[in-house]
């Protein structure tokens, strides 16, 4: 009976101190925590559990959030702790490589925004607390409309969920891991200046992206979006507040301009990337009855 109990306890604590996906080392942490030294202190590493228990059923949020707690406290610069945030991606990427079924490839697909999102809210939490209090205003302005404007920038690219069925968790969380790592970078960049660091932005495709005119609201008045098809060719959808939307396809050029003529040929004109300064489209030749005229020059400013 003491046996049968002893056993009993054992399994109960196993379970207590085993987390889902990691073993917990609280015990093991906290007396090399004691043993530490101001001067090895210093050069702490990111050390991430190099295995993770692969279920698709499990809660991750905790999980994921100590990762990027610990890469933030590791990281010696705002610089450094959004390249190691790659670390907090690698750990995880392996659910997306044993996914084998659609459900599966949509679970692993939102861990791994999640990361991305826990960052971002990590971030902003640092930043209004930082901020004073103009540009904590107007930060806040911009990231509640970026919030505001994701969900239909997110339509706007990847489609309905009536159009894209099963796979849509897939595609929709894939994309908002996108545009909330880059969201993370933008955040990160104004909390380097308030904190007097260097810091710079990754480079961005001169040739594919999502921009729109957000009139500095949380409406789309008008949108660009230049993306590859899934024959592999060009296009561009642009949609011009009040004047309508054209698709078609464009020429790179390789410096950022891309030559546009719409699917039935009765507009083209230059569209310019600018990275994350967002882009701009100016109408050069026009061909029968056309509801945007000859010169006319749309800014984009708001980059995804």
């Known amino acids: 009976m003491k046996k049968t109990i002893f056993l009993l306890v ?69 610089q450094e702790e959004l390249t190691n945030m790659e670390k907090v991606t690698q750990k995880y990427t392996p659910l997306a490589e044993a996914a084998q079924t659609q459900g599966e490839m949509n679970v692993a697909a939102h861990w791994l925004y999640t990361i991305w999102d826990t960052e971002l809210n990590n971030l902003w939490s640092r930043l209004s607390s930082s901020a004073d209090r103009q540009t904590k205003e107007k930060l806040l302005a911009e990231q509640r409309n970026w919030i505001d404007l994701k969900e239909e920038v997110t339509l706007l690219n990847i489609g309905s969920r009536e159009e894209n069925g099963s796979m849509y968790p897939l595609l929709q969380d894939s994309y908002l891991e996108e545009i909330t790592k880059n969201r993370a970078y933008v955040l990160a960049r104004e909390l380097a200046k308030i904190k007097g660091e260097d810091f710079a932005m990754p480079e961005v495709s001169a040739k594919y992206g999502t921009f729109v005119d957000n009139q500095e609201t949380g409406d789309i008045y008008s949108s660009l979006i230049t993306r590859q098809n899934w024959e592999g060719t060009d296009e561009a959808v642009i949609s011009i507040y009040r004047q309508g939307e054209m698709e ?25 990337i600018d990275g994350w300064n967002g882009a701009s489209f100016k109408v050069t030749e026009t061909y029968g009855e056309s509801p945007f005229p000859v010169g006319e020059e749309v800014e984009f400013p708001f980059a995804f």
């Open 10 to 78: 054992l399994v109960l604590s196993m379970g207590i101190y085993t987390g889902c996906g990691k073993e917990n080392t609280e015990i093991e942490n906290s007396r090399m925590e004691e043993q530490t030294t101001p001067e090895n202190s210093e050069n702490d590493e990111i050390h991430l559990d190099d295995e993770l228990n692969i279920d698709f059923t499990c809660d991750y949020s905790e999980d994921i959030k100590e990762d990027v707690d610990d890469v933030v406290a590791a990281s010696t610069s705002l």
């Open 248 to 272: 078609g396809s464009f020429v790179d050029h390789g410096n950022g301009e891309l030559s546009f003529t719409s699917e039935d040929g009765s507009v083209k004109g230059m569209i310019k």
